[in-house]
């Protein structure tokens, strides 16, 4: 990394990037979990039935590793980001977890419905 902050077209080319990463690589390993051969690695996470923040992260090592964490640093890889940039990155997405299991419509936020009908059902 340098001492240097990066562009701002820079910093969000990469946030850009990060995000499409992110929601492929996450809708993919999401949608893989809920098959038959490998949702005993997911049915912990759907325990709750209304999920809440603290439940999150609540999932098989396994499940936490490939649909956690890799699809949100992946972006990193390809585009070499600033660390200031990924740590706006990590922010964003942190927030967005929190608020898709809070159970919550927030202000100025999407609606967490989905998510929660997602574990409803």
């Known amino acids: 990394t340098t001492k240097t902050l990066p562009d701002f077209h820079i910093v969000m080319r990469d946030l850009i990037v990060c ?3 992110q929601e492929f690589f996450f809708y993919y390993s999401h949608r893989m979990l809920h098959f ?3 949702y005993s690695l997911h049915k912990q ?4 039935q209304t ?5 999150a992260i609540y999932c ?11 699809p949100v640093i992946i972006g990193f890889k390809f585009m070499h980001c600033h660390v200031m940039t990924a740590f706006l990155w990590l922010t964003i997405v942190i927030i967005t977890t929190l608020n898709d299991h809070c159970g919550y419509h927030l202000p100025f936020l999407h609606s967490s419905e989905l998510h929660d009908y997602h574990h409803l059902k």
């Open 60 to 70: 098989s090592p396994l499940e936490h590793i490939f649909s956690n964490l890799l």
């Open 19 to 21: 995000m499409f990463c």
């Open 45 to 48: 996470h759907h325990e709750f």
């Open 36 to 38: 038959k051969r490998f």
């Open 51 to 55: 999920p809440s923040c603290i439940t």
